[in-house]
């Protein structure tokens, strides 16, 4: 285990392209870190995203920023298909690393990161941003109280217009911010223990642009994710079915982004009700009380770095560690092998998903 | 082939349930048909349902209704069940004959109609309802008139709070409509080829109560179904994304049913943008402009109840003839024997899709 | 005091034009009531209201309606400039008297059916059918029980492309619906006393197509109507402000007509507050938690008509009473001349507003 | 005139309050401007809006800040009491500047201001933001090229929790954004003539906290402005209404902010339509095609600054000058007259509209 840094805790991130400036600017606001450097190989491009004023050194080398003794954490943004070598290069520096979703390019490149970052007592966590919202972490606390009663379905969709990414498919790219939700919100006693993908191109792109993910869950329990490029308009939204209650959470509506009803259905055959309350029924739009709770607004993002201060400076796990990055990542390559034959279930690894 | 029935069209509703007192207001608000009889098993409920004001005739026996030389068409709102033998006695007594979707309880059965019908030059209509709502009627146009260009995807939801049947799944009941407007609206040379079921219980119901159906269509798209009785809010949304154009149907959007969006998403690959550009694409809503077309507001049923004395009149197969019934009984039976065998793909068969 | 009616009591509607089918379709549904006549000038658009399977007579004669001796009561729908002679002739019948909104072209007219109902212990009742919806009976409630505190403002808009009349307008066309559920959901110790009116016609319709009505409340409330025959969007909404809570009401949203929120500002200035906490609150949505009640689905008029049947039966006062007619009258005559005075604030008379 | 500034404009900011932030973030990322200072009496506020990292200067002198040879414009976010006196030692030190609205605490200051500015040759500009969105800046490029036709009316509605201010009322603090849109949108031809205001206090804050504003147009059209602190939802939404189109502003609706519908009302009275059309008119949403054109989004201050620039660099008066300022105190300054005169309808005066 290393000693604890200094607080504030320097750090360093790593890739100025689309993510990096949001990092930039939250460890900027952070009282918990220093931030000493932006490293992009395009060095121009860092400078532009630090802007005019600014007094955070650029580089285009990443061995000259790792050997910075005041550097005691980096925050990782590049491509995946890099994230192993980076990260590696990180933690063999002795530095704790944090890691734009996914963790890496595939299961066994993240396992390596876990196992690395263990033997080194260094914290390795999954920039899961998502889970951080004030509306995600108000839900996993939800399920864990109780509110919901006993799991049902979760369904979730997350389609807007979108860049159709040159190197990964939609399920890739949009795809881990559900599972990591998924992950987050779960109670410890129920885990995803099959998934199967459907998806379709549609436009040529040469990978699909729409997917559906299955998800079976340990409790018989049903998970299902939509995602996709093509639609015009943007959705966002997740309904979770419980024995109590049900949480219809819309990430585009602020004003209302949780909305927790009351059961509205009960298992009374409708053969037994009168032909009139049948009707009513079916014309009604629900039948219980619904409450919006109220959310502080919080940027994930801040939450999500006060986080990694907490994990480093405690040294205990980040809620978005390394594993809970291994576990999207092993849904990930199982719904690509379900993807590639039609439709099939495919089991995960229980040792996977532990 | 009979001869054409003297105008109006004596008709008889049989069953007084559930959807019966609609096809009841329907057929009186017609000047096409003139209503004769209303047969129910329970004639005080059939009483109920015309009230204390009508001329019409009540009757617990099919045999005397279908005896009435003045009765020359039924409308069948009985259970599923009883669809073979209600509408094989009509169609034997020489009666035209409407049925409440699904057509019959098997695809078997329900060939046992068609073929009927055709031998004895009657009409054979099934009342799937939401194919003469204008927005279908609209979606139907724009599709064949390739304001779309080719077909990419559709997705459906239709969830809400619903009664959970005691003989069937939230399969039979809710999906008829989605794919019965699916075989409406798609241009003929394109096929649903194979399809995908999986589904949930969830609350002990001893059958799913909620379920997500797949399907391949033969031009390569793929057309999703969610269908749900447990979900608090109602959602009944259709996307569906064409080369063209997409198009979003929110049936509970009174004001803007249908939003035509022009294309908002380019195969360039965002590697191909400046990072800027790209932030501006991920943040921004949609790129093309968005057209909501008027409709006039007219009731299905009525425009249903007009397509039936058309087919009558001129011999000619309803919009919605038995064989569009057939075609969704051989997706429904397909989906049930992938649920049952935990989401394989089920190939369809041709000549049972023609 | 009239003798009670046999029960059912047999009804006539006066009036086949564009409200008269609703309340044929709700005599007819409910079975306190026989509806015995429907009576209009123009007996064949009667005729084609009732349909051709219906049992209830048709006239163009009033007397004769009025002579029918199993007739007890009428419904009037014909045009606010006839009220004051077709229901004084019913009253002068000795039948009891159910107006459409508003109860007579104006105060004084207003006034002789109230007193000649009063002088005959006749029922004298003014369908404002919103009030009998179940959001209204819920807001009636809600502030009844103090659920909202003490009451600060109230805001109601009613715009959507509407027909513009010829004889009246937009104020005596639509500012009758807000002004009546005004009087009925006002608690008894708050009443208006005063009322200014701005309007604009635009498009040369000769009178006012959009109009702006503030009321000042006897308690220092003020409240606020929007009228429009112009808007393209229709628009159904009001809000309650009291000192505890707010209530939105959101006609046009059957999943969610009414939401209640917690209080959602303090007194505190935000001179008090540091620079982030007031950035915080003005970027937040709300800051209460938010419970839209469930409520059941019942269509006001069958609620208008039940209480029609227990005012009659019981010969107490309907909860819309010839007097509450009387006071929205009163608003509507300052109104108009406060418009004519381009905007004066008008006094209402105490006496008539009792 | 002075001569021009070298590019780019030394800028300074004073006032690190609620809005300083904003404008020192976008002076920052605009390369027209270097942004030398950030003034404000508390220095240590003032340097934590930098943050740890930036090279900008903080001062709490102003007379330091301004007698800076590298200063050419200043940007000031002070409280409107305190704007003459900076505003005019800026201007007297040669600078240009930018006011936050309003322009200052009176019609007369904000005229010495104009003056001050006039005979210098100096750019003063008033930050009226919401003139810079895509969404007003596209209506009034829709009003100016004739699409709506002519302007029948204009409704528009800015509520939410707010903050209640200790030295402002409702209508000071929010209708300027509306009163500076409305003199933005409005073609030249067109301006107000007359202003009545109607509010309340109700929670005893001294000060109204509800207001309702409205305007009479030269050209006979309304506008109306409804400013609320007190509503539990935000809404912000304005209806222009014009002979040929009615335009729909929903600020909050970043997927659809705009919709243009066609013509939905014809002067056609209903009583010339027969019952059946009528009814249909009634229950119809809307009879027109909508179109939402596409919006790119952009931070309005973003535009804002640059037009501040370009003012400066050209000599010629911003699309918000202080002329426009000027008239926006002109109409506050004659509904806070209105309100304390219980709703008198106060005329303009022309030559301070000019």
Redesign the interface.
């Known amino acids: 285990m290393n000693s604890q840094p200094p607080a504030p805790i320097g750090v360093a991130v790593v890739g ?3 993510w990096g400036p949001n990092l930039v600017r939250n460890f ?2 952070s009282s918990a870190f ?2 000493r450097w932006l490293c992009d190989l395009d060095v121009e ?1 860092a400078q532009r995203v630090l ?6 050194r650029v580089s285009a080398d990443l061995d000259e920023v790792l050997a910075d003794p005041d550097v005691h954490a980096v925050a990782i943004a590049t491509p995946a298909g890099t994230h192993l070598p980076v990260a590696m290069a990180a933690l063999r520096a002795g530095k704790h690393v944090l890691v734009e979703k996914p963790l890496a390019a595939t299961y066994a490149e993240g396992l390596e990161l876990v196992e690395e970052a263990g033997r080194r007592g260094l914290t390795l966590m999954c920039d899961h941003t998502y889970c951080y919202t004030p509306a995600v972490l108000r839900i996993r606390q939800l399920l864990a109280d109780g509110e919901l009663g006993e799991l ?2 979760l ?1 979730s969709v997350r ?8 190197d990964i498919d939609v399920i890739w790219d949009l795809a881990p911010h559900d599972l990591s939700i998924l992950d987050f919100v779960l109670p410890p006693s129920v885990r995803p223990i099959a998934v ?1 993908a ?8 040469g990978r699909a642009c ?1 997917a ?1 993910l ?1 998800l079976q869950l340990s409790n ?3 998970a ?1 994710i ?1 995602v ?7 959705v966002r939204t997740a ?1 979770i ?1 419980g ?1 109590k209650r ?1 949480l ?1 959470w819309d990430d585009l509506n ?3 982004r949780l ?1 927790l ?2 059961r ?8 037994e ?1 009168e ?1 009139e309350q ?17 959310l ?2 919080r940027e994930a993002l801040r939450t999500m770095v006060d986080e990694y201060a907490r994990a480093i400076t405690t040294g205990t796990p980040a809620l978005t560690d390394g594993r809970s990055g291994l576990r999207v990542l092993e849904i990930l390559q199982a719904a690509s092998r379900s993807l590639a034959e ?4 495919i089991k995960l690894d229980e040792r996977h998903m532990a």
Chains 1, 2, 3, 4 share one sequence.
């Open positions: 100025a392209g689309y900027q606001g220093h931030l491009r802007g005019d004023y600014s007094t955070v049902h379905f369904d389609i807007n217009l979108g860049l159709v990414q040159r199967a459907h998806g379709a191109d549609g436009i040529g792109a729409v559906y299955t018989g329990a049903i299902h939509h996709n490029w093509l639609s015009p308009v943007k309904i079915g024995s049900t219809v602020p004003s209302q909305s009803y009351d509205g259905v009960d298992v009374a055959s409708p053969e009700l032909d049948r009707r009513d029924i079916l014309v009604s739009y629900r039948s219980g009380d619904m409450v919006a709770p109220a502080t607004e039609g439709g099939t279930m």
